[in-house]
C-alpha cells in the first residue's frame, strides 16, 4: 500500500480561481478585499513569507498594503499604525507577521487588531468564538487542513485524532475544529509519556511540531490519514516536514508532502478570511 497524496497545491490552485471571482464580485459593488501585512525586522524566512502573500493577493485581484518598520521600530510607532489600519476602509483584513522582535509583547500587538479585521483568527474574540464552537474568523493553516480533508472526502466524524504540538497557531485551534466536526482530539506536546502509543491510534494524525522528520513509519496506525504542518531547513538547505515522507507513505492511507501540502492552503485561507471580511463589510 502506498498513500494517496493530498495535493494542496493543485487544490489552492482551483480555490483561488474562486476567489478572484468573489473579489471582482465584490470590487464592483465598491468593496474591493484589502489585506495589510505589517512586518518588522529582517527576519529572511518572515520576508518570504510576506512576499507571498502579498503575491498571492494580487494574483486573485486583492488590494494589498505590505507595511515594514525596521528591527528596533518603537511598539508605540507599530501600534498607532495598526489602529490607522482598523479605521481604513480599504482594509478588511490586518495580519501580523510573527514572531516580532523582543521588545514586543506579542499579545498586546495582536490584541490591537481589530476582532472584524483579524485575519488571522489570533483575536481573543475570535478565539473565544472558535473554543464555544461559533467560529467568527478562524486560523488559517487549521482552516487549510480542514479544507484538503473536506476535498479528499475524508470526514473527521467518530475519528480518533491526534494533534502533535499545542501551539495557538495551529494545535490548539486544530483541536477545537475536530471536535467541533465531531472527531475524537488528543493534543500531545513535549511532556506526552509514550507519544508513539497515542500517534499509532490516530486514524487523522496532524503533526505541527516543528522537529524534522520525526514522525516515522512504525509511529503511524495503518491507513490513517497523516497531516505535516511543520516546515523545516536541513543542514543542506532541502526542506521537509515534521513526517519522514518516505516511511510514512508505505503505511499511511493519506498523507501530505512538504513543501505543496498545507503550506500553499494556509496562503489561500488567508484570502479567503479576507473576502470574508470584506463581503461582511459590504453588507453592513
Given at each position: 500500500m502506498s498513500a494517496r497524496i493530498l495535493d494542496g497545491k493543485a487544490i489552492a490552485q482551483d480555490l483561488r480561481a474562486q476567489f478572484r471571482g468573489q473579489a471582482e464580485a465584490l470590487a464592483a459593488r465598491g468593496q474591493r478585499p484589502g489585506?495589510?501585512?505589517?512586518?518588522v525586522g529582517e527576519n529572511p524566512a518572515s520576508q518570504v513569507y510576506v512576499r507571498n502573500k502579498v503575491l498571492a493577493c494580487e494574483a486573485a485581484g486583492l488590494h494589498s498594503e505590505n507595511i515594514v518598520f525596521p528591527e528596533n521600530a518603537d511598539p508605540k510607532t507599530v501600534l498607532e499604525r495598526i489602529e490607522a489600519l482598523n479605521r481604513d476602509p480599504r482594509i478588511h483584513g490586518i495580519l501580523v507577521q510573527l514572531p516580532l522582535p523582543k521588545q514586543f509583547d506579542e499579545a498586546t500587538v495582536l490584541a490591537a487588531v481589530a476582532a472584524q479585521k483579524d485575519v488571522d483568527g489570533f483575536h481573543i474574540e475570535n478565539v473565544g468564538a472558535l473554543a464555544l464552537g461559533s467560529p467568527r474568523i478562524v486560523p488559517c493553516t487549521p482552516k487549510g487542513v480542514m479544507v484538503l480533508l473536506?476535498?479528499?472526502g475524508i470526514?473527521?466524524?467518530?475519528?480518533e485524532a491526534v494533534i502533535l504540538g499545542r501551539s495557538n497557531i495551529v494545535g490548539r485551534p486544530m483541536a477545537r475544529l475536530l471536535v467541533n466536526a465531531d472527531a475524537t482530539a488528543t493534543i500531545c506536546h513535549s511532556r506526552t509519556r509514550d507519544l508513539t502509543f497515542h500517534t499509532r491510534?490516530?486514524?487523522?494524525?496532524?503533526?505541527a511540531i516543528g522537529r524534522p522528520?520525526?514522525?516515522?513509519?512504525?509511529?503511524?496506525?495503518?491507513g490513517a490519514v497523516v497531516i505535516d504542518v511543520g516546515i523545516n531547513r536541513l543542514p543542506d538547505g532541502k526542506l521537509c516536514g515534521d513526517v519522514d515522507f518516505e516511511s510514512v507513505r508505505p503505511v499511511a492511507g493519506w498523507v501530505t508532502p512538504v513543501p505543496g501540502g498545507v503550506g500553499p492552503m494556509t496562503i489561500a485561507m488567508l484570502l479567503a478570511n479576507t473576502i470574508e471580511a470584506a463581503a461582511k463589510a459590504a453588507s453592513a
Amino acid at each position: 500500500m502506498s498513500a494517496r497524496i493530498l495535493d494542496g497545491k493543485a487544490i489552492a490552485q482551483d480555490l483561488r480561481a474562486q476567489f478572484r471571482g468573489q473579489a471582482e464580485a465584490l470590487a464592483a459593488r465598491g468593496q474591493r478585499p484589502g489585506l495589510a501585512v505589517v512586518l518588522v525586522g529582517e527576519n529572511p524566512a518572515s520576508q518570504v513569507y510576506v512576499r507571498n502573500k502579498v503575491l498571492a493577493c494580487e494574483a486573485a485581484g486583492l488590494h494589498s498594503e505590505n507595511i515594514v518598520f525596521p528591527e528596533n521600530a518603537d511598539p508605540k510607532t507599530v501600534l498607532e499604525r495598526i489602529e490607522a489600519l482598523n479605521r481604513d476602509p480599504r482594509i478588511h483584513g490586518i495580519l501580523v507577521q510573527l514572531p516580532l522582535p523582543k521588545q514586543f509583547d506579542e499579545a498586546t500587538v495582536l490584541a490591537a487588531v481589530a476582532a472584524q479585521k483579524d485575519v488571522d483568527g489570533f483575536h481573543i474574540e475570535n478565539v473565544g468564538a472558535l473554543a464555544l464552537g461559533s467560529p467568527r474568523i478562524v486560523p488559517c493553516t487549521p482552516k487549510g487542513v480542514m479544507v484538503l480533508l473536506e476535498k479528499a472526502g475524508i470526514s473527521p466524524r467518530g475519528a480518533e485524532a491526534v494533534i502533535l504540538g499545542r501551539s495557538n497557531i495551529v494545535g490548539r485551534p486544530m483541536a477545537r475544529l475536530l471536535v467541533n466536526a465531531d472527531a475524537t482530539a488528543t493534543i500531545c506536546h513535549s511532556r506526552t509519556r509514550d507519544l508513539t502509543f497515542h500517534t499509532r491510534r490516530a486514524d487523522i494524525l496532524v503533526a505541527a511540531i516543528g522537529r524534522p522528520n520525526m514522525i516515522t513509519g512504525d509511529m503511524v496506525k495503518p491507513g490513517a490519514v497523516v497531516i505535516d504542518v511543520g516546515i523545516n531547513r536541513l543542514p543542506d538547505g532541502k526542506l521537509c516536514g515534521d513526517v519522514d515522507f518516505e516511511s510514512v507513505r508505505p503505511v499511511a492511507g493519506w498523507v501530505t508532502p512538504v513543501p505543496g501540502g498545507v503550506g500553499p492552503m494556509t496562503i489561500a485561507m488567508l484570502l479567503a478570511n479576507t473576502i470574508e471580511a470584506a463581503a461582511k463589510a459590504a453588507s453592513a
